[in-house]
């Protein structure tokens, strides 16, 4: 079972919320965290995971030999991101902008294109007690994200899985939530957190996936969030309310069911309104 935390935008505590999830489950079962934000990844600020393994991302990046291209244009043609172009009589490989799809390859009649490896990021993985973790490290200037986020995907090996996705609704967020049994959607009750909760509603319900809220801060703002979510049948999955001891303790990479382990039953208690969301 995969369950993704996600958010329509930074800072609304969905890292907060995957973290404290993943150690109270783990008490009971195996237990995976796989850190899919991996522009900025930061679930091990809190797990302080011991990391053993790493392997490296990378995709195949076309290569001109310059002796046998024609300049035909095809490969130009052929490629949906605009990464080929050709000057004179020669092609021109951007490999930035190359998805490593291999179409400009295949469609060369003179056999002038050849593919190397392009590193993008890395992979890194071990445990935080009863908690096995994943976490991807996008490369510095590396614009392509979504390779990598797959690339962590494919590390899941345990039964329960919760992936912490990237914030907003782009590419990346969409490629961590695809296959996804359910999708827990931090907000918070400001007109922001409600802006971006409705952009996150939107995605997960043309991606087809059950979905319910996490409200942090609770108590702090207006009630439109939770207005919105009676009117959109969306159930509020957990209230987590403002509260500064909280603050700080997040703020020190801890974890809130360790710094106040009355609140071990409520993230147990969201686990199990998450299995009940799978059945309507």
């Avoid at 009863?130 to 490290?137: D, N």
């Avoid at 918070?188 to 319900?205: H, I, M, Q, T």
Wanted: net charge negative.
């Amino acid at each position: 079972m995969q369950v993704a935390v996600a958010s329509g935008k930074g800072g609304t505590g969905k890292t907060t919320v995957a973290v404290n999830l993943a150690y109270v489950l783990a008490q009971e079962m195996p237990v995976e965290l796989l850190d899919c934000d991996v522009e900025e990844p930061n679930a091990h600020l809190f797990l302080h995971p011991t990391l053993n393994e790493m392997h490296e991302v990378k995709i195949l990046v076309p290569e001109v030999e310059r002796s046998r291209c024609r300049g035909c244009g095809r490969c130009a043609e052929a490629c949906a991101f605009n990464a080929i172009a050709v000057l004179g009589d020669k092609a021109l490989v951007f490999p930035e902008l190359c998805h490593g799809c291999g179409g400009c390859v295949r469609v060369c009649p003179a056999q002038a294109l050849r593919e190397e490896p392009r590193r993008l990021g890395v992979i890194q993985s071990g445990s935080s007690g009863p908690v096995s973790f994943v976490q991807g490290r996008l490369d510095v200037g590396t614009p392509l994200v979504v390779p990598v986020v797959h690339a962590v995907k494919e590390q899941s090996r345990e039964k329960v899985t919760i992936l912490d996705a990237p914030p907003g609704t782009s590419c990346p967020v969409v490629a961590t939530l695809t296959g996804s049994d359910y999708a827990i959607l931090v907000t918070e009750p400001s007109p922001f957190g409600l802006n971006d909760l409705k952009l996150a509603v939107e995605l997960v319900r043309e991606l087809g996936i059950p979905h319910g809220v996490v409200l942090n801060r609770a108590g702090l703002g207006t009630e439109e969030v939770q207005e919105y979510c009676h009117h959109e049948g969306i159930p509020i999955l957990l209230r987590i309310p403002f509260d500064r001891r909280f603050a700080e303790t997040i703020a020190h990479g801890r974890l809130l069911v360790e710094d106040f382990p009355d609140w071990r039953g409520e993230f147990r208690a969201l686990w199990d309104r998450v299995q009940g969301g799978l059945k309507v």
